[in-house]
């Protein structure tokens, strides 16, 4: 047998048998580098309009609330040109996603992902007030909504929460908002309006929004 | 009595910290040296909006573990021809661009929307923004999607876009690119990026491109396959995606699949 003649590639993958290939010292982990993020540039909405983008719970969906807010720079000036996505707990503090330890909820009308332009001067989503959920440390969390903010000039999506000015108690028990100064969890409180609430995000200056590493 | 799970990731293999009783995943950190910042000098834009203020940490709990499912439905079969729009054949390099969306650590992620944007063979955007004088194609909008296969895999035909001046600086040209957007199977591991080709000329000009540390700028690019280079029809580029893994040993099940 000639030990050079070695067979050509299975058409399928190989696949490890313990899930993951060896880094050539038996303690050190395999890992692959993550691939390094870009702007989404000027010209997002060619690839990332959606119809229905800006519904997180379906029109009419009882309870829904709209939430909208302007993107602002350095200098206050609006950001006509950024993304906004939101992911969120339903009222009853599930999430529809086969992820969550405690299995996927499922709740009427209720997608929990919305995704919104701001090309008109304001982002504007239409949801659910999210639920109260487990922080993991036998407490619960404050509501809240997790937002990524894209745009030309960001090289990395940038993380904020959306929480709500008129869950008073909830907020003072939420660990992520009592880790903040007073006057900065204020900019991740949304203020209630005719139909929803509000929240400007600044990007940067003056009362710059609190942005999260997660 | 327990089999070791193997291949692809399935829901609920999860196990890296468990407080309240609650068995939740860390999503690990891509280190500084590698990942690329939110803001960068030469990149202009950046300058007012890049915040400057540090990241406050967020520890992963439900939120950020947990993601939107997006899948099949937000795609239709003409969505991963890029080359035939409108009834019509666009002009250009035809190009078969594939790969694989993995984590970190190493696991397929199958399922996944994949999105894509670029220019076209002109490197012009059908984009009411971009009014360079280089010519529209009636045949080309530029917008892909796609979903990952069972191992990960996806594909789809394009022609090769065509690097394009902006007003970053004097004679300011972006390298060719193809932006991709994935979401993973939760919200930390969401990503927004840009492919670029091999051996381009205008990389070392181009802040987007140096905004990435020099140890991972090779990431961002592909590989031109002649493996899968298509006689008489298309050059082939390959390029994996890796999105941020949980750092997970393989865990013994029992044999109807709960985590022993
Ligand atoms: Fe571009």
């Given at each position: 047998m000639n030990p050079l003649d070695v067979p050509p590639d299975p058409a399928v993958p190989f696949q490890p048998r313990s899930g993951r290939r060896g880094s050539g010292f038996l303690t050190g982990p395999f890992r692959l580098g993550t691939t390094p993020s870009a702007t989404v540039g000027p010209y997002l909405a060619i690839g990332l309009t959606w119809p229905d983008g800006i519904w997180a719970a379906e029109e009419g969906t009882e309870g829904g609330i709209w939430i909208r807010g302007r993107v602002l720079d350095g200098n206050g000036v609006i950001v006509l040109d950024a993304m906004v996505e939101t992911w969120q707990a339903d009222p009853d503090g599930g999430f529809p996603s086969p992820?969550?330890?405690?299995g996927a909820a499922s709740y009427p009308g209720f997608r929990g992902h919305a995704r919104a332009q701001t090309l008109s001067g304001e982002f504007g989503i239409y949801t659910l007030k999210p639920g109260r959920v487990p922080d993991g440390e036998g407490g619960l969390q404050a509501p809240h909504i997790d937002v990524s903010v894209f745009a030309r000039g960001i090289l990395d999506r940038v993380v904020t929460r959306i929480c709500f000015a008129d869950e008073v108690?909830?907020?003072?028990?939420?660990?992520?908002?009592?880790?903040?100064?007073?006057?900065?969890?204020?900019?991740?409180?949304?203020?209630?309006?005719?139909?929803?609430?509000?929240?400007?995000?600044?990007?940067?200056?003056?009362?710059?929004?609190?942005?999260?590493?997660? | 009595m327990g089999s070791l799970v193997t291949g692809s990731y399935r829901p609920g293999m999860t196990g890296t910290?468990?407080?309240?009783g609650l068995h939740l995943p860390r999503y690990l950190h891509e280190p500084d040296a590698t990942r690329t910042p939110v803001g960068f000098p030469d990149y202009k834009s950046t300058g007012l909006r890049a915040p400057l203020r540090t990241p406050v940490d967020l520890p992963h709990r439900l939120t950020e573990i947990t993601g939107p499912v997006l899948g099949e439905d937000r795609v239709t079969s003409q969505d991963a021809d890029l080359t035939l729009r409108n009834g019509g054949e666009a002009v250009g390099q035809r190009i078969l661009v594939y790969g694989r969306v993995l984590d970190s650590d190493g696991r397929p992620v199958p399922d996944a929307l994949v999105e894509v944007w670029q220019a076209n063979a002109a490197g012009r955007y059908r984009h009411v923004v971009d009014n360079w004088p280089a010519p529209l194609d009636p045949h080309f909008d530029g917008l892909g999607r796609v979903v990952t296969d069972s191992l990960g895999r996806y594909e789809f035909m394009t022609i090769k876009p065509g690097a394009y001046p902006w007003g970053n600086h004097h004679n300011a040209w972006r390298p060719a690119h193809i932006h991709f957007s994935l979401?993973?199977?939760?919200?930390?591991?969401?990503?927004?990026?840009?492919m670029y080709f091999p051996d381009?000329?205008?990389?070392?000009q181009d802040p987007i491109y140096n905004a990435i540390p020099a140890a991972a700028r090779h990431r961002a690019i592909s590989r031109y396959s002649l493996e899968r280079t298509q006689d008489n029809w298309a050059l082939a580029f390959e390029w994996d995606v890796v999105l941020r893994g949980t750092d997970q040993t393989p865990f013994e099940t029992d044999d109807d699949g709960d985590v022993a």
């Open positions: 992820e969550d330890p405690r108690q909830a907020n003072a028990e939420d660990a992520v908002l009592r880790g903040l100064p007073e006057d900065r969890r204020n900019t991740l409180l949304a203020i209630p309006a005719d139909d929803g609430y509000r929240l400007d995000i600044r990007l940067q200056g003056d009362g710059e929004t609190v942005f999260f590493a997660v | 910290t468990s407080t309240g979401f993973g199977r939760a919200f930390s591991q969401r990503l927004v990026t840009q381009d000329p205008l990389f070392g």
